[in-house]
Nanobody, 115 residues
Framework: QVQLVESGGGSVQAGGSLRLSCAASVSTFSRNAMGWYRQAPGMKREAVATITSAGYEEYVDAVKGRFTISRDNAANMMYLQMNNLKPEDTAVYYC?????????WGQGTQVTVSS
């Protein structure tokens, strides 16, 4: 069954913004830390932002100050607001639990940033 569905990606110019959404159809969503991951062509999948069940956020240095992760436990939703996008942010973005990938990976959502 589909557990995670990512949406909101697209093509933008450098400096633009996008808001990604993650819809989770799992009963344990609110109890687990979650993360946004990205995978660029030829690169390993990496976590860029994480959030605990209580809302504590962490970011990798590359996105600090530009990305904001949030979650709505009542709605089983997670979001990633991405501002001041850079070409190096181009990747497929996924959501999953963190640090353990507890759920089946979704299809991801493509983000393409042109210079």
């Amino acid at each position: 069954q589909v557990q995670l569905v990512e949406s909101g990606g697209g093509s933008v110019q450098a400096g633009g913004s996008l808001r990604l959404s993650c819809a989770a159809s799992v009963s344990t969503f609110s109890r687990n830390a979650m993360g946004w991951y990205r995978q660029a062509p030829g690169m390993k999948r990496e976590a860029v932002a994480t959030i605990t069940s209580a809302g504590y956020e962490e970011y990798v240095d590359a996105v600090k100050g530009r990305f904001t992760i949030s979650r709505d436990n009542a709605a089983n939703m997670m979001y990633l607001q991405m501002n001041n996008l850079k070409p190096e942010d181009t990747a497929v973005y996924y959501c999953n639990a963190h640090p353990l990938y507890l759920y089946d990976w979704g299809q991801g959502t493509q983000v393409t940033v042109s210079s």
